[in-house]
C-alpha cells in the first residue's frame, strides 16, 4: 500500500514566496530562476496538481520506491561479494545520496533550493565490522564528515582545516559529537534563490541573501515543517542564536573552502 504524499498545503503557515512556485510550474518565470532551469522545473512541470491526482500520487511513489528497491538489492550483492571475498571485516562501506526527494510533500516534485527535510535530510549508512560495533548515531552529521571520517579510520594524519569532523570516535565510543549544529547551503547562481542554513537536532533555520524572508522550524513540535516561525517574535532569540552559531561556523570554515557559485 503506497502512501500518499503529505500535501496538505492548506495548513501551511509562513511559506517563503518561492515555493508555490514549484507547485504552479511557474519557478522559471520569476525572480528566482538564474541561467540554468532547476531539475524538474522546466515550463509545464507543476508538481502540484500532478500530486493532487491521487493514482498519479501514488504511481509516482511506487517507480520511486522500486528503484530504492533496486538499490538494495545492489547493495546486497556489494556485501555478499565482500563476504566472499573474505574483505568484510576490513572494509569501510559507505552508502549515502547528494540529495533527498520531495516526492510530492508539500505538493512539490524532485529538488531545489527547498529547507525541507524531504531535500535535506538524506540516508548516511556506514560500515566496518573490525572498525565499530552496529549502532545508531542521532547527532547532527553532514557529507563534510566523510573525508575525516576515511582519514582517521586509515590512520592518515590530516593536518589540513576541515568543515567536517571524524566520527570515529562517536562510533566507536558513543561519544557525542559536542558541536551544535550543521551547516547547509545551496550557492548554485549569482542571480538565483539561494541560502545558508543552520541545522541543530531540534531546530533549522534559513537566510536568503538578498532576501527579507527565511525559514525557521521546531522539528520536535512540527515534524511536518508546516509552520515557519521566521517572523513569529516569540522565537526571535531562538532565530538570534542559531544566527550567531551559524556565523561563527562560517567564520571558522571560510576562507578556507569557499565554494564558488556556477557561471
Same mark, same amino acid.
Given at each position: 500500500d503506497i502512501p500518499l504524499p503529505d500535501i496538505d498545503v492548506a495548513e501551511e503557515q509562513g511559506t517563503p514566496p518561492h515555493v508555490p512556485l514549484f507547485r504552479s510550474g511557474t519557478l522559471v518565470e520569476s525572480r528566482f530562476n538564474g541561467r540554468f532551469v532547476i531539475a524538474g522545473n522546466g515550463r509545464g512541470s507543476a508538481w502540484g496538481p500532478y500530486f493532487q491526482d491521487e493514482h498519479k500520487a501514488r504511481t509516482t511513489r511506487a517507480y520511486y520506491y522500486s528503484m530504492v528497491q533496486l538499490f538494495d538489492e545492489q547493495l546486497g550483492r556489494i556485501l #555478499?561479494? !565482500?563476504d566472499e571475498a573474505g574483505l568484510a571485516e576490513d572494509t569501510l562501506l559507505i552508502f549515502t545520496s547528494d540529495h533527498g526527494e520531495m516526492l510530492g510533500d508539500h505538493g512539490i516534485g524532485q529538488k531545489g533550493p527547498l529547507f525541507y527535510e524531504g531535500v535535506t535530510h538524506i540516508?548516511? !549508512? %556506514?560500515?566496518? &565490522?573490525? =572498525?565499530? #560495533? &552496529?549502532?545508531?548515531?542521532?547527532d547532527c552529521v553532514s557529507l563534510v564528515d566523510l573525508l575525516p571520517t576515511i582519514l582517521d579510520f586509515a590512520g592518515i594524519v590530516d593536518e589540513v582545516q576541515r568543515d567536517g569532523v571524524s566520527l570515529k570516535e562517536r562510533l566507536q565510543q558513543g561519544t557525542r559529537l *559536542?558541536? *551544535? *549544529?550543521v551547516r547547509i547551503e545551496y550557492k548554485e547562481e549569482p542571480d538565483r534563490i539561494r541560502y545558508k542554513a543552520w541545522v541543530t537536532e531540534r531546530w533549522k533555520l534559513a537566510v536568503y541573501p538578498g532576501e527579507s524572508f527565511g525559514e525557521l522550524y521546531d !522539528?520536535?513540535?512540527? &515534524?511536518?515543517?508546516k509552520r515557519n516561525l521566521y517572523?513569529? &517574535?516569540?522565537?526571535? *532569540?531562538?532565530?538570534?542564536? !542559531?544566527?550567531? #552559531? %551559524?556565523? =561563527?561556523? %562560517?567564520e571558522r570554515s571560510e576562507p578556507a573552502n569557499v565554494r564558488p557559485s556556477r557561471v
Open positions: #555478499a561479494a !565482500l540516508p548516511l !549508512l %556506514m560500515r566496518y &565490522p573490525r =572498525g565499530f #560495533a &552496529p549502532c545508531t548515531v542521532d *559536542g558541536r *551544535g *549544529g !522539528l520536535r513540535n512540527d &515534524p511536518g515543517e517572523d513569529d &517574535p516569540a522565537c526571535s *532569540g531562538v532565530k538570534n542564536e !542559531l544566527f550567531a #552559531a %551559524m556565523v =561563527g561556523d %562560517m
